[in-house]
Every structure is written in structure tokens, then in C-alpha cells.
């Protein structure tokens, strides 16, 4: 029989409890609370007060930050998670993680092709607002001209697709005889 003294009341426990396996640098439960933060519940060397996420392992002071897994690895708020440029946006804010030049407060710089302020609304190179790029589009000065249409068209040339026809001449007479047989020497009889 064991008896255990906690705070002003004694119990005695009848069974004998399995031993705990701790870890060398667990603390004890000084005052028999488990909702006291003096444990280690995930084992990782580091109390809950201390340890950010005390169900994880992988999360503690001791451990090393890694990018891009959405987790404050080493409880340091002032170390950037998911920032891999270094601009201070992480990956859900930045459009492009690998360029310090884009991020959601850098302005937008028309005519280069990229988003520079992560800004879908932001035409960046859309002069007529068809929602076609100036590289894309075959006339960025009207809407009517763009590579897919928003109505089928009614004329050829409205599109980029097909680009402007012209009438085809026609042949008449000993002309089109010579040519059909490609000598020029005798008329088509």
C-alpha cells in the first residue's frame, strides 16, 4: 500500500499502479492537478507551459523551424513559417514564395507579364479589359478582338483566330486552262 499526500487532503490508493515511464527531463505532478501545465504530455522533453503544442512532438522550443507545413515548429512567432523569399508574406498571402518583388504589398508594374501586388483584380496588362493579357490578346486596344470569344462571331475577322480573308480571284477563259495543266504553251481545248 502507497499513500500519496496532494495538498490538504490524504488519499490512499489500494492498487498498486503500473510505473510510468518519464522521460529525463519530465517534471513531476507536484500538486496532483493534470490541468496544471507542469507536464509533458507528448513526451518531448519540454512542459506544456513551455511547449506551444504539447500533443505534438515534432512541435517544441528545441526543434527547427520547417517551411511550408502550416505548423510553428519551434514556437517562435517571430520566425516566418511558410516565407521563403523573405518579403515578410507567407505562402497563403504570396502568389509567388520564390520572388521578393511579388507580394500582396508591392505595387503592380503594367506590361511584365506577372501579378507584382497578388491581386486578381488588377489588370496588369489588360488595356481593354477583355480578361486577356496584352501577350495574349491580338488587339488589347478593343474588346471585340480576342483570341476566344465571348459570342460566336459574325465576321472572321472579329476573332485572332482567323486572321482577315480576302476574295479569292477568279480565272477566266485560256488562264485557267494553262494552269490547271501547268504548261503554258497550249490553251485547254
Known amino acids: 500500500?502507497?499513500?500519496?499526500?496532494?495538498?490538504?487532503?490524504?488519499?490512499?490508493?489500494?492498487?498498486?499502479?503500473?510505473?510510468?515511464?518519464?522521460?529525463?527531463?519530465?517534471?513531476?505532478?507536484d500538486d496532483c492537478d493534470e490541468t496544471t501545465p507542469d507536464d509533458d504530455l507528448d513526451g518531448d522533453g519540454f512542459i506544456a507551459a513551455d511547449d506551444c503544442d504539447d500533443t505534438n512532438t515534432d512541435v517544441n522550443p528545441g526543434a527547427?523551424?520547417?517551411a511550408y507545413n502550416g505548423l510553428d515548429d519551434d514556437c517562435d512567432e517571430s520566425t516566418t513559417d511558410d516565407d521563403l523569399d523573405g518579403d515578410g508574406f507567407i505562402a497563403a498571402d504570396?502568389?509567388?514564395?520564390?520572388?521578393?518583388?511579388?507580394?500582396?504589398?508591392?505595387?503592380?508594374?503594367?506590361?511584365?507579364?506577372?501579378?507584382?501586388?497578388?491581386?486578381?483584380?488588377?489588370t496588369d496588362d489588360d488595356l481593354d479589359g477583355d480578361g486577356f493579357i496584352a501577350a495574349d490578346d491580338c488587339d488589347d486596344r478593343t474588346a471585340r478582338r480576342a483570341p476566344t470569344p465571348k459570342r460566336p462571331p459574325q465576321r472572321p475577322d472579329e476573332t485572332a483566330d482567323h486572321a482577315r480573308r480576302r476574295p479569292r480571284r477568279r480565272r477566266h477563259g485560256a488562264q485557267r486552262g494553262l494552269r490547271r495543266r501547268g504548261r503554258r504553251d497550249r490553251p485547254r481545248r
Open 1 to 29: 500500500m502507497r499513500r500519496r499526500r496532494c495538498r490538504l487532503f490524504a488519499t490512499t490508493q489500494t492498487r498498486r499502479q503500473p510505473r510510468r515511464r518519464r522521460d529525463r527531463l519530465q517534471r513531476p505532478d
Open 64 to 66: 527547427g523551424e520547417s
Open 94 to 122: 504570396d502568389c509567388d514564395d520564390t520572388n521578393t518583388d511579388v507580394n500582396p504589398g508591392a505595387g503592380e508594374t503594367a506590361y511584365n507579364g506577372r501579378d507584382d501586388d497578388c491581386d486578381e483584380s488588377t
